[in-house]
């Protein structure tokens, strides 16, 4: 029997006025990707604002299929760009998560996979520790044994969905390699304060070096507080509210004393929740005006350097042209607004040609751990990302998100395809410093 429960509470339900300027007219149909997967109404952001007012007004219980309809919503924002009534279905979609989380009794098995993602995910000391043992899986050959049965994915889909995307673990990820303080080449332009991410400062650790060496090169002196944890991205998108107020406190508190004139981060997905921070702390009377101000200093690191000018000479990163396609984060492109930015400066290295891709704003079904928690849309929308990439004959993909590259990663090997995948970071690194693609150390 279906559990149902009246419906939103009073802490900030899904705002009447923000639902009604939705006219109902179906231009976000095209551009969700849930709704081009499923091809069901409520999979749509328009039915979903529909379920959000017959919830509001009483007229319909919170249930498992209503909260799976919100479940579907990957938080990718294109219906936002896409709204000609200008419909702020971000702020509604932020809104009710929370109302999901607090008023719907998951089933167990979701539960238990929740707390587990979100006791882990957000937490880089406790994800060391967990990543210790998978470096034995994967050199013995385990992890290729256990994916070719195919047995974890039928038996656990979302865990196994889990352990697919997961690359091979690198040394780094087990160690700190950035010092707290690194002082800009030549002129010093600006103090920027930078932030290292959980994923990105374990998995990708390079990319964090190489943006640290771009900054500098550039002429801006870089602090990285060490006590910096979490932004608070993953439980802000999925409803976790007081995990993710914790986390901006947490964040803001290690920035207060560093009197740098910008915070810097490299990672789409995150730089978008840090922009919210005045939003996710508007109720505490203690942080609200810290949060705004934070928030006002933030900039993605492309956004940042297409503002201030690059300095510094670049080299060309291989012998003849290169051919790359950018690949376009939706908390990047339909979040922060950042497109051109990231564009124009990789056309800046010379012998590079950008290319372009079909459905270059539709989401590659990352979403945060979206691919985790809805695996089937994940793939298939990963399938169709990979696809299109791949059909601009592009050498190189150039993705700015850490959780972008794994799922484009996971279904190149699905396809049998094998391109790089770099962070535009790293690539104006090697630019700056000579290197030629394939000869970096």
Known sequence: ???????????????????SSCVHCGFCLSTCPSYRVLGTEMDSPRGRIYLMDQINKGEMPLSATSSQHFDSCLGCLACVSTCPSGVQYDQLISATRPQVERNYPRSWQDRVLRKLMFSL????????????????????????????????????????????????????AFRDSLPALT??????????????????????????????????????EVVIPQSQGCCAALPHHQGQE?????????????????????????????????????????DDPNYRDKAKQFSSRVRDVQEFLHDVGLTTKLSPLTEQSLTVVYQDAC????????????????????????????????????????????????????????TNLLNTGAELIASPNPGCGLQIRKHLEIQGKKIPIMHPMELLDYSIRGIKLGGAK
């Open 1 to 19: 029997m279906e559990t149902k429960v009246q419906g939103f509470d009073t802490d900030h339900p899904p705002d009447p006025k923000l639902i």
């Open 121 to 172: 995910l957000p937490y880089p000391k406790r994800l060391r520790f967990l990543m210790a043992p998978m470096i034995p899986y994967q050199k013995l050959g385990l992890q290729k044994l256990i994916r070719s049965t195919g047995a974890f994915r039928k038996v656990f889909p979302r865990l196994a969905s889990m352990e697919s995307i997961l690359p091979e673990i690198p040394i780094s």
């Open 183 to 220: 002082p800009a080449q030549g002129e010093q332009r600006y103090r920027v304060g930078m932030i290292l991410g959980c994923i990105q400062r374990l998995l990708f650790s390079g990319i964090n070096e190489a943006t640290v060496r771009v900054l500098t090169a550039n002429g801006c």
């Open 242 to 282: 007081e995990q993710a107020k914790e986390m901006a406190r947490q964040m803001i508190d290690s920035f207060e004393n560093s009197s740098v004139d910008f915070i810097i981060i490299n990672a789409a997905g995150c730089g978008h929740t840090l922009k919210e921070y005045g939003h996710i702390l508007q």
């Open 331 to 386: 908390h990047l492109l339909h979040g922060q607004k950042i497109s051109l930015q990231p564009r124009r400066l990789l056309q800046k290295i010379p012998g590079l040609q950008l290319k372009e891709p079909v459905d270059a704003a539709l989401c590659c079904g990352s979403a945060g751990v979206y691919n985790i928690l809805q695996p089937e849309i994940g793939d298939e929308l990963g399938q169709q990302k990979v």
